[in-house]
């Protein structure tokens, strides 16, 4: 097994901690005591979604496209002639039908394992051998696939926003392990073992607010810094996920020719932390202001994608 390389700060490393054949990485904190005490954090019945509209108008990154949606038949197609051909009878059954074509990243979405990696070796020492192209059956380990039972835990919302307000959070700012601690110290919320967390920036409503979205992809986003991998580490998080497009700030403060999305390198090749992204979390955050609670039930399962890198999701908070 390689070291971390020089942009890993500090180096770290959840390999070996579940077995040399482990492929869930951080989820693994996620056991049954867990999961039985974040059922109790439901008492009111309220459930809030954290995605985004599926449609052709969210932030998503031109490197992968936007989701395509469309109607395969419906009742213009009866008008024209029954499906198929055939006729319908007066009072008939009628059908529709659609479609979606779209990147397992271009909505609010898990990055799997084996999205990012440095070296030759993915997380827990997979080699990067192990990804094939999809059309000869897609990644061999560390697929999205294996984590569909995964993800139902106590999940917690850092308000960094509201804690540090809109200015602090303007253009590229950095979110370090000390806003964190400060916003869960504020909030009374402790961070336990087999969290999932979410951060909310206010990145995914300044999309939708602007007119002329072209320079939004120049100008980067705030989000958090590479000193809060020490900080994820230590409170043993399932899971971290943002409102914002990649989760870390953009562009990186690191200044290393290799340090590419270096948060990203780190929580999932050196860790195993499931990334999410492009979460919405406007609601959630207002109703954890409102009550003063800000833990719940979260569920948040990938689709069961065989060899899949990525999935599309509809996270759920209920309290």
């Known amino acids: 097994m390689t070291e971390p390389s020089d942009f890993s700060f500090p180096r770290l490393s959840n390999w070996g901690k579940w077995g040399a054949n482990d492929e869930l990485g951080a989820a693994n904190y996620i056991t049954p005591e867990v999961l039985l005490n974040a059922m109790k954090l439901v008492r009111r019945g309220k459930v809030i979604t954290c995605a985004i509209p599926l449609d052709r108008h969210g932030p998503v990154h031109p490197a992968r496209g936007l989701p395509e949606h469309w109607m395969r038949f419906g009742a213009g197609d009866y008008a024209l002639g029954a499906p198929g051909g055939g006729k319908i009878p007066e009072g008939g059954v ?42 000869f059956g897609g990644l061999r380990r560390l697929d999205i696939g294996k984590f569909a039972t995964q993800f139902v835990t106590r999940g917690v919302l850092l308000d960094v926003l509201r804690q540090k307000g809109a200015e602090a959070l303007k253009g590229s700012a950095v979110i370090t392990a000390a806003d964190l601690e400060a916003t869960a110290a504020a909030q009374k919320v402790e961070i336990k073992s087999g969290d999932a967390l979410l951060i909310r920036t206010g990145n995914v409503p300044f999309w939708y607010s602007l007119k002329d979205k072209s320079a939004y992809w120049k100008d980067g ?18 899971a971290v996920a943002a409102d914002n497009v990649s989760l870390e700030v953009e562009p990186s403060r690191i200044q290393h020719p290799d340090a590419f999305y270096p948060l990203h390198a780190v929580l999932l090749r050196d860790l195993g932390v499931m990334i999410g992204e492009l979460f919405d979390l406007e609601k959630l955050s207002e109703d954890c202001a409102a009550d003063g609670v800000y833990e719940f039930l979260f569920i948040a399962q990938p689709l069961n994608i065989k060899g899949g890198i990525g999935s599309p999701i509809n996270p759920l908070a209920i309290k």
């Open 94 to 135: 009628k059908f529709s039908d659609d479609g979606i074509h779209l990147s397992t990243q271009s909505t609010t979405q898990w990055d799997g394992l084996a999205h990012a990696w440095y070296g030759n070796q993915m997380y827990n020492g997979f080699s990067e051998t192990y990804m094939r192209n999809p059309n």
């Open 221 to 238: 986003h705030p989000g958090l810094g590479i000193d809060t991998a020490p900080w994820i580490h230590e409170h043993e998080i399932a």
